[in-house]
């Protein structure tokens, strides 16, 4: 009597592999093509927020550490929208670059309500400051209470 083995398989074939990654692709294609570039315009407004908002955290926490004041630089005011934005010292030798420049994301229109944000070395807000992040679909805005610095982050899609 003749014996034959029969050899168990495992793993995937290149074939089998090929066919998998071909319907992937298919399908991230539709879903990009579904929700395009207005939900990463969401998404980036949102992630924009909260950077800045760690920024002035941070922002405060030096100016208390250091004792001087430092304060947040956006490349422009209300009602022109900023690019970019930049964390700055005021020393006794004049303004010096602390971090950045940081930039938006391109799909998300940032407008502050003045370019610099001041801390002062008892991390304190100088003033009331708020910006808007517009989202093809969804707002956010970054508020700065003032005298205690504290800074909220909320959805005001209407």
Not at 60 to 68: C, L, Q, S, V
Not at 126 to 138: D, H, I, K, L, P
């Amino acid at each position: 009597m003749h014996k034959t083995k029969r050899m168990r398989r495992s793993g995937l074939s290149l074939l089998e592999l090929t066919m998998v990654i071909t319907i992937m692709g298919i399908v991230a294609a539709i879903g990009s093509a579904r929700f395009g570039r207005s939900a990463f315009a969401n998404i980036g407004a949102h992630g924009d927020a909260q950077k800045v908002s760690l920024s002035m955290l941070r922002t405060k926490r030096e100016a208390i550490k250091t004792g001087d004041n430092h304060y947040l630089l956006f490349n422009a005011a209300n009602p022109t929208p900023a690019t970019q934005y930049s964390v700055m010292r005021r020393g006794a030798g004049g303004n010096t670059l602390v971090e950045g420049p940081f930039l938006f994301s391109q799909d998300v229109q940032v407008i502050a309500s003045v370019s610099e944000m001041d801390f002062n070395f008892e991390g304190e807000a100088a003033g009331s400051y708020q910006v808007n992040f517009n989202g093809t679909g969804r707002n956010w805005q970054l508020t700065v209470v003032p005298v205690t610095g504290a800074v909220i982050v909320t959805d005001v899609t209407p």
